[in-house]
């Protein structure tokens, strides 16, 4: 077996057991995997432990300042609800900068400016996907990298002066001082299985909720209403909302023509696919593929093929090419990727049939004028 090979098996082997609630014997891999769990859990604590004895400042910023995270790996839809919650700020007419870590990007260490609100200033390569995709998706809102989020959020108030900072994926960030600190859980697995990591898809023991000012449940759609009981007991007193997340086009690349991302309308999403039913060959780098695979299902005629890759992971031309040879191999007319994949597609690429590209919007259901009335109320604006 090659070193290649081997790392693929070991990195799929590991993923399996980091998503898996079964009980495995002594001797397999699970075992080292807990004992890792144990010293990062010790680590993680003794951290919050010291910013609970203020050993660890704590800094603020001269303006409100709202964190979108979570307490699992990836896939409850954080950059959806960051893209969400500025808008909602925008239309109560707050100056909003979005900081973000810039995870995987160049500019991820010295900090950088991805986006003045005007004109995109980075590179995907230099951003890292999520903030240059944030930036792509709003319009007249700075968005901001850097590994420190207090020092990104003082170049933010230097340059741009917002009223209110929205901190993406800030919940285990505790040097910048925040107003509304929103946790977001996945409705279908709130703890992953319960493990903290490499284990498990914990960041944080279960006791963190109690750092959330509020709980949002995303993914809701089908969950059995004794199901948000039970979460509900857990989270008390804190409010909890409901939301849902939306499967929309956020564009289309037409066969033969350049990959160049840029700006895409977000007002364009459609929930339809195409009418024609293509047979349509997905792929894409994400913390949780199959969770894409599986909404694109509501609104494609007919999947025929997938390609999956790990989350962030850079797209090569080697990587196109094994994506067209697989759809080609697969008989499919039409391909579908995530929003955060196409940044990632190299410049100049072309596709022999048209790409879809899709997003998500969040939908906050039942939910939706309480959650508006309860962001208005906490930051005290008119």
């Given at each position: 077996m090659?070193?290649?090979?081997?790392?693929?098996?070991?990195?799929?082997?590991?993923?399996?057991?980091?998503?898996?609630?079964?009980?495995?014997?002594?001797?397999?891999?699970?075992?080292?995997l807990f004992g890792a769990s144990i010293l990062y859990t010790a680590v993680s604590s003794l951290r919050h432990v010291l910013y609970a004895c203020n050993l660890l400042t704590t800094r603020s910023l001269p303006?409100?300042?709202?964190?979108?995270?979570?307490?699992?790996?990836?896939?409850?839809?954080?950059?959806?609800?960051?893209?969400?919650?500025?808008?909602?700020?925008?239309?109560?007419?707050?100056?909003?900068?979005?900081?973000?870590?810039?995870?995987?990007?160049?500019?991820?260490?010295?900090?950088?400016?991805?986006?003045?609100?005007?004109?995109?200033?980075?590179?995907?390569r230099t951003a890292g996907d999520e903030p240059y995709l944030m930036a792509c998706l709003l319009d007249n809102v700075p968005v901001v990298i850097g590994k420190d989020r207090y020092a990104a959020g003082e170049r933010a108030?230097?340059?741009?002066?917002?009223?209110?900072?929205?901190?993406?994926?800030?919940?285990?960030?505790?040097?910048?001082?925040?107003?509304?600190?929103?946790?977001?859980?996945?409705?279908?697995?709130?703890?992953g299985n319960r493990f903290l990591l490499p284990r498990g898809q914990l960041r944080e023991p279960v006791s963190a909720l109690k750092r959330a000012d509020a709980v949002i449940l995303t993914r809701c759609d089908g969950i059995e209403p004794n199901h948000r009981r039970r979460i509900q007991s857990l989270v008390h007193p804190r409010p909890l909302f409901t939301s849902q997340h939306k499967t929309?086009?956020?564009?289309?690349?037409?066969?033969?023509?350049?990959?160049?991302?840029q700006r895409i309308d977000y007002s364009e999403g459609s929930s339809h696919l195409v009418p024609d039913q293509r047979k349509i060959f997905a792929f894409c780098g994400l913390a949780a593929n199959a969770q894409?695979?599986?909404?694109?299902?509501?609104?494609?005629?007919?999947?025929?093929?997938?390609?999956?890759?790990?989350?962030?992971?850079?797209?090569?031309?080697?990587?196109?090419?094994?994506?067209?040879?697989?759809?080609?191999h697969a008989g499919s007319n039409g391909f579908a990727t995530t929003e955060k994949d196409y940044v990632r597609i190299p410049k100049g690429?072309?596709?022999?049939?048209?790409?879809?590209?899709?997003?998500?919007?969040?939908?906050?259901?039942?939910?939706r004028i309480p959650w508006r009335r309860y962001v208005q109320s906490e930051l005290d604006w008119p």
């Open positions: 090659s070193i290649a090979a081997f790392k693929e098996k070991l990195q799929s082997n590991v993923s399996a057991v980091l998503h898996s609630r079964d009980r495995y014997p002594y001797w397999s891999l699970a075992t080292p303006c409100k300042v709202i964190s979108v995270g979570n307490i699992t790996v990836g896939g409850t839809g954080k950059t959806p609800m960051t893209i969400h919650l500025v808008r909602l700020l925008q239309q109560l007419r707050c100056r909003v900068a979005v900081v973000s870590r810039g995870y995987k990007g160049t500019g991820e260490k010295q900090g950088a400016v991805v986006s003045d609100g005007r004109r995109i200033l980075c590179s995907p108030m230097d340059r741009f002066r917002p009223d209110v900072i929205v901190l993406d994926d800030g919940y285990q960030h505790r040097r910048l001082k925040r107003d509304l600190n929103l946790l977001l859980l996945d409705a279908k697995a709130p703890f929309v086009i956020r564009g289309i690349l037409p066969a033969r023509q350049s990959c160049n991302p894409f695979f599986e909404s694109l299902k509501t609104i494609a005629g007919d999947i025929n093929g997938t390609l999956e890759f790990d989350d962030h992971h850079p797209y090569t031309a080697r990587d196109i090419k094994r994506i067209l040879w697989a759809a080609q690429t072309r596709f022999p049939e048209d790409l879809f590209i899709l997003g998500i919007d969040i939908d906050f259901l039942s939910d």
